[in-house]
T-cell receptor, first 112, second 115 residues
């Protein structure tokens, strides 16, 4: 069965630290990849997406992610986090069907 | 454009009861998906509808059902509620897609508590 694994459930960083959140999926075919973010008290919203082309994709608020097909990974990065990045981050995979699989989420807390 | 709306926002029920949750997608979006969100489990896919047809279903018991109306609004129903059904139920709409991989726009969710 297809699955998405997010390695860290909780991450605590100080402001200006660099961030990398891991995401691995299990599916051998073509995938479409997403990172969603849920800020406290807000709806889930799209951070960035990869469908095809350049494996390094840029999203909102300075986030980027790199698709590495050989590693089945789609890690999220940000060079310098801010207190306002405190949120829960979800990696999601769609394999072309009408179903998107989400990871369990990573809660990020940024200390001011 | 107005976002995805879900009603009610909060619901408290007792075991054995049934519940119906409603979702209105963004205008023009014909695909609606439902998810159950619980701490530590992330979002678990329930089902997806497009033009009143269920195109995919997750691994939930038959107590969970849904439907979509001609105006794309969707409802989900949970019968014979169990304590473990307590969760945030999220609805997401997506632009028309034949290939199934568009981004999704989420509503605020309905927080269901089963006592």
């Amino acid at each position: 069965a297809q699955s998405v694994s997010q390695h860290n459930h909780h991450v605590i960083l100080s402001e200006a630290a660099s961030l990398e959140l891991g995401c691995n999926y299990s599916y051998g075919g073509t995938v479409n990849l997403f990172w969603y973010v849920q800020y406290p008290g807000q709806h889930l919203q799209l951070l960035l997406k990869y469908f095809s082309g350049d494996p390094l994709v840029k999203g909102i608020k300075g986030f980027e992610a790199e698709f590495i097909k050989s590693k089945f990974s789609f890690n999220l990065r940000k060079p310098s986090v801010q207190w306002s990045d405190t949120a829960e981050y979800f990696c999601a995979v769609n394999t072309g069907g009408f179903k998107t699989i989400f990871g369990a989420g990573t809660r990020l807390f940024v200390k001011a | 454009k107005a976002g995805v709306t879900q009603t009610p926002r909060y619901l408290i029920k007792t075991r054995g009861q049934q519940v119906t949750l409603s979702c209105s997608p963004i205008s023009g979006h014909r695909s609606v998906s439902w998810y159950q969100q619980t701490p530590g489990q992330g979002l678990q896919f329930l089902f997806e509808y497009f033009s009143e047809t269920q195109r995919n279903k997750g691994n939930f018991p038959g107590r969970f059902s849904g439907r979509q109306f001609s105006n794309s609004r969707s409802e989900m129903n949970v019968s014979t509620l169990e304590l473990g059904d307590s969760a945030l139920y999220l609805c997401a709409s997506s632009p028309t897609s034949q290939r199934g991989y568009n981004e999704q726009f989420f509503g605020p969710g309905t927080r269901l508590t089963v006592l």
